[in-house]
């Protein structure tokens, strides 16, 4: 099973960014999907999951300006983010919840203010 996450880059504050995460070597269309991420001397934390059904959960810190959504014949994953932050810098990690868990390599995000 492999993960690649891309779409990571820099922008400036207020600006967007689309990840995407694309899993091979296995089917995940009835597993849950998500993205985390981990910004400097920080713990891994969550950000956004959807499940096979579609709905959704977001940190609160990312509500109403991150939106997460899934194709689950491609077994793709896509984070979009609007309105970005300083503190939304951070690697970003794709995650599937099959088993004890598959995790993407990361995707860098870095905001500029």
């Known amino acids: 099973v492999q993960l690649q996450a891309c779409g990571g880059g820099l922008v400036q504050a207020g600006g967007s960014l689309r990840l995407s995460c694309a899993a091979s070597?296995?089917?995940?269309?009835?597993?849950?999907m998500g993205w985390y991420r981990q910004a400097p001397g920080k713990q891994r934390e969550l950000v956004a999951i959807?499940?096979?059904?579609?709905?959704?959960n977001y940190a609160d810190s990312v509500k109403g300006r991150f939106t997460i959504s899934r194709d689950s014949a491609k077994n793709t994953v896509y984070l979009q983010m609007n309105s970005l932050k300083s503190e939304d810098t951070a690697v970003y990690y794709c995650y599937i919840g099959k088993g004890w868990g598959y995790w993407g390599k990361g995707t860098l995000v870095t905001v500029s203010s």
């Open positions: 959807i499940v096979a059904g579609g709905s959704t």
């Open positions: 070597g296995a089917s995940f269309g009835n597993y849950p």
